[in-house]
């Protein structure tokens, strides 16, 4: 459907919306294309002689008087036009002792399939509402490891569904799971106070696979200072960490990974020889303590004598963790929006870095949903803008949609406004100057502009074969036209 016939047929609803009867005494009629529009007018008379049953003095005189008139007025056509006609007649009058009959009709832009005469207290719209409505819909969903939104486009409208927070722990490279300077680590050969230990060195770790010691690299360490540490001390060995150290816990048969501060006097820890190691004690440390955290390429090393965890590669696995429930509830909720929707043309996924591939290449979505996604696009942004975004880098996707091309259009205007001024005009004396002159090429006017003012521009702009397009003001193009007032041109020459 043409923008501009879109355009005309929205505001027709628009009016007659606006229109109540005190009773059931609007009437409505749809003729479908082809039909005798001499049958038409034969059933209305007929409907004409019914409506003198009415009991209500006052209904039934405004009911008898629609129909005459709507009889009239279909006396003028020749012949039902190629789509059909919707015609509609009613009291508008704001005083009851008053009767003021109108009728209005339109030729649908898409052609009738019905054929309806209704008397109501509102005109029935809903076949022509249908028509304005799209029919095409796309889904959206952006996301990195921080939120994620699932939207829809529809038309020119950006719909933001649902907008999610991941709770991914952000990097962090000390890792915060840290031991007390003076710390003895167990070396390849020998050992170490942890402070002496050097990115390379060949430390000891415990496989609880196999049950036997074996070698890990260190391969990143940090200074931290901490104001409140845990001594944990056990028969005897004893260690001093921060309160999120995590540790080896010894559990009916089974190894449970704990930090320090949820450890309880009684439970067992691992020591080198893989055996228990009960607490006995646990003091909490107030004062500031110097502390240091290794990053090895194992799951753990040994300090004071007891297994303990890597710090680094708990806290990625952490976020691992996270990231993948997170990724869950997004397909959950795409799942939920996009399944079984017929009406959805396309899907398109977009989110800065490779966040984006990552959950494609999982199983969060429907292999249904899966089929219908059409482009991958990297974006800068997330949230409510990512998602404009997203459509504004998708123009390839929607070349042939509404939105695509009122955006290109716009976006044309702007730029030429601003390395070719001379070759625009914006607000509505100075373009409809420039339209008289027959130097407009691309007439651009928003669809909230008043409906009087665009007629005669439309008629004025067919005098010179100009281009006019109505610009929705869903878009953040649509907006900024509406703030230059509504109106503006792209020129064919020069006026100034």
């Known amino acids: 459907m043409d923008p501009k016939e879109k355009y005309r047929l929205r505001q027709f609803i628009m009016q007659l919306e606006n229109i109540r009867g005190r009773h059931t005494e609007l009437v409505s009629v749809y003729v479908p294309s082809g039909y005798d529009i001499i049958k038409i007018i034969q059933h209305l008379a007929q409907e004409q002689g019914t409506a003198s049953n009415i009991k209500d003095k006052n209904t039934r005189n405004k009911v008898i008087d629609s129909i005459e008139k709507m009889i009239q007025h279909l006396r003028l056509f020749k012949r039902t036009p190629a789509n059909g006609l919707a015609v509609f007649a009613g009291d508008v009058s704001d005083k009851e002792s008053k009767i003021d009959i109108k009728v209005w009709s339109i030729e649908p832009p898409e052609p009738l399939s019905i054929r309806m005469y209704r008397c109501d207290q509102t005109f029935l719209l809903d076949p022509l509402k249908n028509m304005v409505e799209v029919k095409e819909i796309f889904g959206l969903i952006v996301l990195d490891r921080k939120e994620g939104n699932v939207g829809l486009l529809k038309g020119t409208n950006i ?209 249904e949903i899966k089929k219908k996604i059409i482009g991958v696009k990297d974006t800068s942004y997330t949230g409510e803008f990512g998602l404009h975004e997203l459509v504004d880098k998708s123009h390839d996707l929607l070349a042939e949609e509404e939105i695509s091309i009122e955006k290109k259009l716009v976006q044309r205007f702007f730029e030429m406004l601003a390395k070719e001024e001379e070759k625009t005009t914006y607000g509505y004396n100075e373009t409809k100057k420039a339209l008289g002159m027959g130097a407009v090429h691309i007439l651009l006017i928003s669809d909230n502009f008043k409906e009087e003012k665009i007629e005669s521009l439309e008629l004025e702009a067919e005098q010179y074969k100009t281009e006019v397009r109505i610009i929705s003001t869903e878009t953040r193009e649509g907006k900024q036209l509406a703030e230059l007032g509504g109106i503006a041109a792209i020129l064919r020459f020069q006026i100034k």
């Open 159 to 367: 719909v933001d569904l649902s907008q999610m927070e991941s709770g991914v722990p952000g990097k962090t490279k000390a890792g915060g799971q840290c031991l007390f300077s003076g710390t003895i680590v167990d070396l390849e050969r020998g050992y170490k106070r942890i402070e002496d230990i050097k990115i390379g060195d060949i430390l000891k770790a415990y496989d609880f696979t196999n049950k036997k010691l074996i070698l890990t690299k260190c391969i990143n360490k940090w200074k931290i200072k901490k104001n409140l540490t845990l001594n944990i001390i056990t028969k005897g060995l004893d260690i001093i960490a921060s309160e999120d150290h995590i540790f080896f816990k010894f559990r009916h048969n089974k190894i449970k990974e704990i930090s320090a501060d949820k450890l309880k006097i009684g439970d067992n820890l691992i020591k080198y020889n893989g055996k228990k190691s009960k607490i006995l004690r646990i003091r909490r440390l107030s004062s500031s303590q110097n502390l240091i955290d290794l990053e090895t390429d194992k799951k753990n090393f040994i300090a004071n004598g007891i297994v303990v965890h890597n710090s680094q590669q708990r806290y990625a696995r952490l976020r691992e963790e996270a990231t993948h429930e997170f990724f869950k509830r997004v397909g959950e909720v795409a799942n939920k929006e996009f399944l079984g929707k017929s009406e959805i043309k396309g899907i398109i996924v977009g989110g800065p870095g490779p966040t984006k591939e990552d959950f494609l290449n999982g199983n969060y979505l429907n292999n």
